[in-house]
């Protein structure tokens, strides 16, 4: 630490001086650093350890369980700046309030500074952080989510800045108070400051509130330096695809939650001779290099993903994933093993649920919370991508903007240029599914699956993306699918899963130039796909008249959203 910049130091102690830590460790980022934290949880029992190696069991404050996006604030000079879609703090108001939370609230705890890298060592693209946390869970997480200790400190002290984050779970230790198994605060801030690069998180010890390497820098920070710097920093996917004749081309893949992203990104597929492997499954990072193509890299160093509905036949890789080395929190304990919905047909008996209670099989909660995850690394990944810790990134050639849509959107339908393209990002939506929250069926608006993570005003960010198109440039292909149609009867009409591959194989040889299209004013539509799917004539195509209608929808919400900042080629 003695080695970093004045300032850096500065801002550490800074911190020591508000958060009054009985204790301040500064990670190494070392297995052994690793390790022994895991077994300090283990003897504390916030961590239970599993039957497989290197596995171990969390499970949270039941009010601390999601991301908190009321809490959430953008904490930009100007209001406008910060945009209709993002809660808005001015900062000199926010740091009066912080003050107040964070003082003092690390009494009895240690301090632990972690300094983290994301993206992969050798790459350009990569950029430094700072967390400072009170919590061991984050620093269990961030060992597997980033690159965590010297390899950061090295990067700082050739001179690259560090995104500054301070994290509390907010509840200190006072009079020799015993800890609880997982510390939280009722009252939680989430807060960014664009202008300063700058996070601070308060009262939440869950996972994109935490760990703030993932949703806060990745995303929202980075958006804001994508944005001055003149790259893309996106909730993407990014798979590379090779056909038979071995020919290999990546995409980087764009839906809201709840359409399997993680399940696309770790796609196991059937088709005789394609192979897919697996960059990333939640943010990607692209930059268009000197040759004018878009390249992209995965800032993260592991998978953070939804454990219920992963099974061997829903995502069989993820499976083979999480038998070592893998965190998981809010599933439900089978013994010594975890089990979540989904995983099997059949319930086992003497589950204990996410709360820690006897799982009553015939109640109406589930074992494990819908929002349960695993943390494992990314190395653990059977189809991992050789290019993935490249020094260059790897080049994009498609782009894929994916809604969860019972009607209207067709399997897939190919934009006729960019500026199409970015407004197929722009009018991403899913249907409302409970019928709790407003008509199903309604359009909830999700632009480019960013509407939780956008760091600056939405509408400056489409205008963004229109502005990377230039001349020399050689511009991705840009596609829109939806493996979510449903026929008269309410049932799916595509099989999806590893099905989707057709749909992968048909956007490959499109940007080949090898498939017969049809021409739309709303884009290019397949001629076929060959695969027995009942009914597939009714997903290739649109009805013209029902998408024009749904477009009027769209640009009205635009309109009403964005005003008169909202691009023009978008109303
Ligand atoms: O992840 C999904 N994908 C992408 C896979 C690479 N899911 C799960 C979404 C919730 C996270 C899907 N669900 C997909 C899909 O392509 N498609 C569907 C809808 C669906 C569900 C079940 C069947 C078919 C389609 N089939 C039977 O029930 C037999
Ligand atoms: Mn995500």
Redesign the pocket.
Known sequence: MNELKAEIQDKIASYIKLCKPDHVVICNGSREEYQGFLDQMEKAGTAKKLKNKGCYYFHSDPKDVARVESCTFICSKKKEDAGPTNNHEDPEVMKKRLMGLFSGCMQGRTMYVVPYLMGPEKNKMSKVGIEVTDSLYVCVNMYIMARMGTVALDRMKEGRVPVMGLHSVGMPLVDGAADVHWPCNQEKVIAHFPETKEIFSFGSGYGGNALLGKKCFALRIASTMAKEEGWLAEHMLIIGVTNPQGKKKYFAAAFPS???KT??AM?KPELPGWKVECVGDDIAWMKFGDDGRLYAINPENGFFGVAP?TSEK?NPYAMEIIAEDTLFTNVALNGDDVWWEGMSEEVPEGLINWKGEKHDKNGDSPASHPNARFTAPLSRCPNIDPNTYSERGVPIEGIIFGGRRASVAPLVIEAKDWTMGTYYGASLCSEKTAAAEGTAGELRHDPFAMLPFCGYNMADYFSHWLSMEKQGRKMPKIFSVN??RKDKDGK?I????LE?MHVIAWMFASIEGTVDQVETPFGFLPKDIPVDVKNLKEILAIDEKEYALEQAKIKAYFKETFGDRCPKAFL
């Open positions: 709840a359409c399997g399940n696309l796609l509905g829903t493996w979510f799916f595509w099989p999806g899963y989707n």
